[in-house]
């Protein structure tokens, strides 16, 4: 594998590296949500990259390497030299259709030696939990499933992607990745503290919880913040929900909404009912550690060739100034003689920690590698 990372501007286009990988298939384009003239930018990538598949996904904050950006374009352009790819692109018009939006991404992806599929899906009408599930439903058990959901810059109301165009609203991509000459691996961690008892959630509609214990939600959750209450529903995201598995795993959730009125709160992702909750609060240093503990999970490809890297908008906005420091957690774990990319989004896709059963997550730190051998 070959790769090659260059950064565009609306000012000035190319920075300080033009484009010479021009044997390329794939191209992954991370851009900023307000960034202009992107008409410019997608002939730019044309040009250089003749031969390539440029697949283009809307953030909250851009990464290349140990830096994050805003209002830019981060472009990384891959040559694989043994592994064939599919790119696919899939339009969602309504929220009820994500489950069989996911359904029709994994038949367009089957094959025998399919490895793994790449999402990027757009980041407020689907509903990213419904969308893995069609996934799931139509994936061999062994295919690696990772990606993200597109950001707007913690705004939650329009996101883009696009295939081999102009980013859009309403578009999944997905890139299939086949045969045995590349190894990916994934990992995926939070690093929030858990906080409270464990509660069951006893009413709730897809992703709007009503009541923990038979008790009013909305009047729990302000309980336990305190003082912090009045500064809802921005202080949700010091204070995610964490969903605990049968088998021990945990699940994060972002608040995204409060409703005064019904005494709900509607989150970034489903929240079943029955399911076992806890309150979770942030911690600086646990959420840095986090980052590097996903790194810790990719160690079985020594030196990986690309590393994708997304990050919730909540981490960003919670670590503020220490944002950074997530990123020298992974480089410092995983090395510096890999390309790395990625974004801040609404919520990540991939396996649970010891499980290949892909799912939607927020608030964490997701990670995907790649190497030829």
């Not at 484009?19 to 040009?47: E, R, T, W, Y």
């Not at 069951?200 to 302000?222: H, M, P, R």
């Not at 009125?261 to 609060?281: E, R």
């Not at 690309?306 to 090395?335: F, K, N, P, Y």
Request: charge should be negative.
């Amino acid at each position: 594998m070959k790769t090659e990372q260059c950064i565009w501007s609306a000012e000035t286009h190319w920075n300080s590296k033009t484009p010479s990988l021009a044997s390329a298939q794939l191209v992954l384009c991370f851009i900023g949500i307000d960034l202009k003239n992107q008409s410019d930018l997608f002939s730019d990538l044309k040009s250089a990259y003749p031969a390539a598949d440029i697949v283009f996904c809307s953030t909250a904050g851009e990464i290349a390497g140990d830096q994050i950006l805003d209002h830019s374009a981060v472009c990384t352009a891959l040559f694989l030299e043994k592994t064939k790819i599919k790119v696919h692109r899939q339009t969602i018009r309504h929220t009820d259709d994500s489950f069989s939006c996911g359904q029709d991404l994994a038949d367009a992806m089957k094959a025998d030696d399919l490895k793994s599929i790449f999402i990027l899906s757009e980041g407020t009408i689907t509903n990213g939990d419904y969308l893995i599930q069609g996934v799931n439903q139509n994936t061999e058990k062994n295919v690696l499933v990772t990606g993200g959901l597109a950001g707007d810059s913690g705004r939650f109301t329009q996101t883009f992607v696009g295939v081999n165009e102009v980013a859009q609203p309403g578009v999944i991509a997905a890139v299939g990745f086949y045969g045995d000459s590349i190894q990916i691996s994934h990992g995926s961690q939070g690093g929030w503290t858990e906080f409270g008892p464990v509660r069951t959630v006893t009413s709730s509609e897809k992703n709007v919880l009503f009541t923990l214990d038979n008790i009013n939600a909305l009047e729990l959750y302000k309980r336990y913040l305190g003082e912090r209450a009045d500064e809802l529903p921005g202080a949700a995201l010091l204070f995610p929900l964490c969903i605990i598995g049968d088998d021990g795993s945990m699940l994060v959730r972002t608040i995204l909404s409060i409703d005064e009125a019904t005494g709900s709160m509607t989150f970034a992702g489903n929240i079943p009912t029955q399911a076992k909750v806890q309150f979770m609060m942030a911690n600086f240093d646990h959420l840095i550690e986090g980052a590097e503990m996903a790194a810790a999970q990719n160690d079985k490809i020594e030196s990986p060739e690309l590393a994708i890297l997304i990050s919730c908008v909540g981490r960003r906005i919670v670590l503020g100034q220490r944002t950074e420091e997530e990123l020298d957690a992974v480089i410092e774990r995983i090395g510096d003689q890999t390309t790395y990319c990625g974004f801040y989004s609404n919520g990540e896709i991939s396996p649970l920690k010891e499980s290949v059963t892909c799912a939607l997550h927020n608030q964490t730190m997701t990670i995907t590698t790649f190497k030829e051998i």
